[in-house]
């Protein structure tokens, strides 16, 4: 049990005693936080006594953040499937075992609704099903892409178990590294801690969130990561899912309203003495309000900006983002598409509000967040889905829940996977080509998940990244798509944040037209961190438009390379166009989209909002004070990307509801003066 508790929330909150709870799932299904009420034990299990750790403790270290999973990572933790079995009925597939703690475990014959004591427990590897080769296979990708495969095995001896089944399979076992610790669940992003960067030295550190209740074997995992990895271990008694978070490596947090539902009951994790079976009980977490549970966020992951969305509720019940959204750097969400044929799903409405509503954010560069659209999965003869129901009960399946190991992303597909390493289902393969676009240059390994069916998740939810020693952080703006002849005459700037304990050695933009030979510019440090080039586009607009593919490469004084994007060396290039290719279409964005938000906000001079039009639209501005009343209209005429601005100096201090509207449309925005 964890000893300490982080919770940042600006009311106070009482203490309640709750009924005492657990899961009652299907060995195979995901870990829905959202419905743990929903079922009770008949008896209520045990957990395990924390091991002793040096945890890193329950206040934040300063300097944190949090890295994108697109980062370098060292490692990716893992774990392979586990049969728990009851001794003298280790041949039946009746009787089965749910361990509680480590050498405890209740006895079940036939189902969950006909338990029969408990006592000590056999834990097998499973080796020989379709199902457990999914985790073989993730083991072999996450070496192939560079980082230790960290699998946690129950018993020690194991892990000779899982070297023979890798050479059987004829994968990768020469940069694996075991962790023992029990535990029940292979769901290692909800149960796992959430990794961050800190201080001076940007020390790698985990943020351990509470599992939720009856699963405290599992809600350990970070404990004995530190114990046995030497990871700090900073710990907090709100309760949340890895898969239900979502960073943009900037200050950035995602999540769903499913953590509100997590954080209103006072039931917490179970606790006992470590000796007595009899002395089991849960122990009480504050009931958190939807205000409380935000303000937490903002404070542990998302300083600059916490967003929280609403829910799935066909998604095999968990309502984690990971299964139709991530990013693919700081700028650019990535969303399983829907197809046209579901839109009267209650999911399709929500995931297209909540695709809109963070577009319409804005990033760390105070532009809108882009987006890129990925295929969504069918049943196996390629056809559609039936309904809702359909597939939150037998399917969940996504192309979305993958994992990126370095330049590498493990991906979900749902047929055989062939000699090419690519789906032999045509439409399976169509769509794993078009979802490559999205990623450029990343090497894409295959993994048939179908076993996965009906769980509510796969790969994402199944592994955990580790972030790598000492990175070399560049948080960069893109230019992109067609850009007229913004750079035709002047050339492109590049500017990029680039930072690393040991230093910046050099930082260097390649570059090349048209597909033509590479060349490069030095990037100069204009401020702190802040490094700038141009790339000398002047004269380079041949015909209609020019091609300009570009990388960043940085190397510190230590001698570490890293380039932006990740995969430069694979074929990812950032690209734009002098001039303007007709086949690059340029985003589709909605009237609310084409509108940022105020920034500096609150305001005392000037206040600024950026405008992305795709063609030419005008718009009656109205400023509203909070007694209703227009203290000034003006007139805007828009174009392409532009910038409004507000003299703020000349306005009473107080809250503003600015209007842009015309015939058709009418977005507002909240402005604050001081």
Not at 557 to 569: D, E, L, V, Y
């Amino acid at each position: 049990m964890k000893k300490s508790f982080l919770l940042i929330a600006l009311l106070a909150m009482a203490l309640g005693a709750g009924a005492q709870v657990d899961l009652l799932h299907t060995l195979h299904k995901r870990d829905a936080s959202n419905k743990h009420l929903e079922c009770v034990k008949p008896q209520v299990p045990m957990q395990e006594k924390t091991p002793q750790a040096k945890t890193g403790g329950s206040q934040m270290p300063a300097n944190f953040w949090f890295p994108g999973e697109w980062e370098e990572v060292q490692a990716i933790a893992v774990t392979c499937y586990y049969h728990h079995k009851v001794p003298g009925h280790e041949n039946s597939s009746q009787w089965f075992a749910d361990p509680q703690v480590t050498g405890y475990a209740d006895y079940y014959y036939g189902s969950y609704n006909n338990q029969q004591g408990g006592g000590e427990y056999i834990s097998v590897p499973d080796t020989t099903s379709t199902f457990g080769d999914v985790f073989f296979y993730l083991m072999d990708a996450i070496q192939m892409g560079g980082a230790e495969a960290w699998v946690r095995v129950e018993n020690a001896e194991d892990s000779n178990i899982i070297k023979r089944k890798l050479d059987r399979m004829a994968l990768r076992s020469n940069n694996l590294r075991f962790l023992v610790a029990p535990g029940t669940s292979f769901w290692f992003r909800d149960c796992g801690p959430i990794c961050f960067y800190y201080g001076e030295g940007d020390t790698v550190g985990m943020l351990d969130f509470e599992y939720y209740p009856g699963r405290a074997l599992d809600d350990s995992l970070p404990v004995y990561i530190e114990r046995q990895f030497g990871i700090p271990n900073y710990t907090t008694m709100i309760e949340w899912e890895g898969g239900n978070c979502l960073v943009d490596g900037a200050g950035m947090v995602l999540s769903s309203d499913a953590i509100y539902s997590n954080n209103r009951d006072a039931t917490g994790q179970i606790t006992w003495d470590g000796t007595n079976p009899n002395t089991i009980g849960y122990s009480t977490k504050p009931r958190l309000t939807n205000a409380q549970v935000k303000d937490s966020l903002h404070a542990l992951i998302g300083p600059r900006a916490t967003y929280i969305l609403p829910a799935f509720r066909y998604d095999g019940g968990t309502g984690h983002v990971d299964l139709y959204a991530d990013m693919i750097d700081e700028n650019l969400f990535v969303f399983s598409q829907m197809p046209e044929t579901y839109s009267s799903w209650y999911d399709y409405k929500v995931g297209q509000k909540n695709m809109d509503s963070l577009c319409s954010y804005q990033s760390y560069f105070g532009a809108n967040y882009r987006r890129h659209y990925i295929p969504f999965p069918s049943r196996d003869n390629g056809s559609n889905f039936t309904s809702q129901t359909q597939y939150d009960n037998q399917y969940t399946r996504t192309y979305s829940n993958h994992t990126f190991v370095n330049n590498l992303i493990i991906q979900p597909c749902f047929s055989t996977v062939g000699s090419d390493g690519m789906p032999t289902a045509e439409w399976d393969r169509a769509n794993i080509e078009e979802l490559k676009k999205a990623y450029p240059g990343y090497t894409i390994y295959c993994v048939d998940v179908r076993e996965f069916d009906g769980t509510g998740g796969a790969i994402h939810c199944v592994t955990k990244q580790i972030p790598a020693e000492h990175p070399i952080r560049i948080l960069h703006q893109a230019l992109h798509d067609n850009t007229g002849n913004t750079y035709a005459s002047n050339g492109a700037p590049i500017l990029a944040q680039i930072t690393n304990v040991d230093g910046i050695d050099s930082a260097v933009v390649y570059y090349r037209f048209d597909g033509g030979q590479w060349q490069h510019v030095v990037m100069s440090p204009d401020s702190l961190h802040q490094y700038a080039a141009v790339i000398p586009t002047s004269g380079e607009l041949h015909g209609d438009y020019t091609k300009v593919e570009y990388y960043i490469s940085a190397t510190s004084n230590a001698g570490k390379t890293i380039t932006k994007p990740m995969t430069a060396s694979q074929g990812g290039f950032f690209e734009f166009y002098l001039g303007t290719n007709p086949s690059v279409a340029v985003e589709a964005v909605e009237p609310e989209e084409c509108f940022g938000q105020f920034y500096p906000n609150p305001s005392t001079e000037v206040a600024h909002l950026n405008v992305e039009m795709n063609g030419n639209a005008a718009y009656s501005i109205f400023i509203i004070d909070a007694a209703g009343r227009t203290v000034h209209t003006s007139r805007m005429e828009a174009s392409g990307s532009g910038v409004f601005t507000v003299n703020t100096s000349i306005l009473p201090s107080g809250v503003y509801n600015v209007v842009f509207q015309n015939d058709s449309e009418r977005v507002v925005r909240r402005l604050i003066v001081k």
